[in-house]
């Protein structure tokens, strides 16, 4: 706590702004607060269509997994040294599970970041967080849009020759694809949770 203000301490962010570290020390923080750009980032409630989606999405996901990969939902994942976004779902290699105090992951961990875009955060969702995943090095990322209350999917891998995302396709009712492993979602099944 700040004895001066009577508030914490993160509310003064340092001049150069937070670090991802810094995540892990601070109290009474809000959950699923994210660090983009070195500013803390804190999240709105979300509406059940982001829920519903995100349960649908990491159940499809499991279902599909080859073996040494997990699904890991609203956790974290550290892309640099002020960096520190939390994507709705994200697939990880095995290892990279250390335990349950564990916080985040680092970039090189991850295979697929997976982001629900919600009224307050389209601009990040869209636009900064899909650039930062790029830069650092994770091969896949899915946007997913409110389409009239079903979920639309856009598929993006990353080109390393520019390091930036290349649309895949994008998916309506059904997720099919091989990359980065086979799944098929049946996307209707929103309507079920």
């Given at each position: 706590?700040?004895?001066?203000?009577?508030?914490?301490?993160?509310?003064?962010?340092?001049?150069?702004?937070?670090?991802?570290?810094?995540?892990?020390?601070?109290?009474?923080?809000?959950?699923?607060?994210e660090l983009?750009?070195?500013?803390?980032?804190?999240?709105?409630?979300?509406?059940?269509?982001?829920?519903?989606?995100?349960?649908?999405?990491?159940?499809?996901?499991?279902?599909?997994?080859?073996?040494?990969?997990?699904?890991?939902?609203?956790m974290?994942?550290?892309?640099?040294?002020?960096?520190?976004?939390?994507?709705?779902?994200?697939?990880?290699?095995?290892?990279?599970?250390?335990?349950?105090?564990?916080?985040?992951y680092?970039?090189?961990?991850?295979?697929?970041?997976?982001?629900?875009?919600?009224?307050?955060?389209?601009?990040?969702?869209?636009?900064?967080?899909?650039?930062?995943?790029?830069?650092?090095?994770?091969?896949?990322?899915?946007?997913?849009?409110?389409?009239?209350?079903?979920?639309?999917?856009?598929?993006?891998?990353?080109?390393?020759?520019?390091?930036?995302?290349a649309?895949?396709?994008i998916?309506?009712?059904?997720?099919?694809?091989?990359?980065?492993?086979?799944?098929?979602?049946?996307?209707?099944?929103?309507?079920?949770?």
């Amino acid at each position: 706590m700040n004895d001066t203000h009577g508030l914490p301490d993160w509310v003064f962010p340092p001049q150069e702004g937070f670090k991802a570290s810094d995540l892990d020390h601070m109290t009474q923080l809000p959950a699923h607060t994210e660090l983009i750009d070195g500013s803390l980032v804190f999240v709105s409630p979300q509406a059940s269509f982001h829920t519903r989606t995100v349960d649908l999405l990491t159940a499809g996901l499991r279902r599909h997994l080859p073996r040494p990969l997990r699904v890991r939902r609203e956790m974290s994942v550290i892309l640099g040294l002020r960096q520190r976004p939390e994507p709705d779902v994200c697939v990880i290699r095995a290892e990279a599970d250390r335990g349950p105090d564990q916080t985040a992951y680092e970039a090189n961990d991850v295979l697929l970041v997976v982001e629900v875009v919600s009224p307050d955060s389209e601009e990040r969702d869209r636009k900064r967080k899909p650039q930062l995943y790029a830069e650092a090095g994770i091969g896949h990322f899915w946007r997913v849009e409110n389409q009239s209350g079903r979920p639309t999917v856009y598929v993006y891998e990353l080109d390393p020759a520019t390091a930036a995302y290349a649309l895949t396709g994008i998916h309506h009712d059904r997720l099919e694809l091989s990359l980065p492993f086979e799944v098929d979602i049946d996307l209707t099944e929103i309507d079920t949770l």
